[in-house]
Nanobody, 122 residues
Framework: QVQLVESGGGAVQPGGSLRLSCVVS????????MAWYRQTPGKQREEVAS???????NYVDFVKGRFTISRDDAKSQVDLQMNDLKPEDTAVYYC????????????????WGQGTQVTVSS
């Protein structure tokens, strides 16, 4: 059974920082590209950052320079360091397994964490 367990959310003032963590079990994490998404009420879930197995990272424009995604394959963990948080960063953040490169080709994986709330407010 694949499980993604997120932690690290909370409430912070504008300009503050939070670090989200996601521990993955039930799959070969070392072979899995990972991503963080976020969702606010009434809006579609949107990708925030991604990291491949070879440590290539990608960020959506509105978090570039403020957020950093990283992974620790020994711990099967992917983190999102969020600095200079803004009220518009308020959302539920989700960890996601993007997919794996296999001999048969790239296989998307549809697994999500339960989400962790981040609230940025003065």
């Amino acid at each position: 059974q694949v499980q993604l367990v997120e932690s690290g959310g909370g409430a912070v003032q504008p300009g503050g920082s939070l670090r989200l963590s996601c521990v993955v079990s039930g799959i070969n994490f070392r072979n899995t590209d990972m991503a963080w998404y976020r969702q606010t009420p009434g809006k579609q879930r949107e990708e925030v950052a991604s990291i491949t197995v070879d440590l290539t990272t990608n960020y959506v424009d509105f978090v570039k320079g403020r957020f950093t995604i990283s992974r620790d394959d020994a711990k099967s963990q992917v983190d999102l360091q969020m600095n200079d948080l803004k009220p518009e960063d308020t959302a539920v953040y989700y960890c996601h397994t993007d997919g794996q490169d296999t001999p048969a080709g790239y296989v998307p994986l549809p697994y999500w964490g339960q989400g962790t709330q981040v609230t940025v407010s003065s």
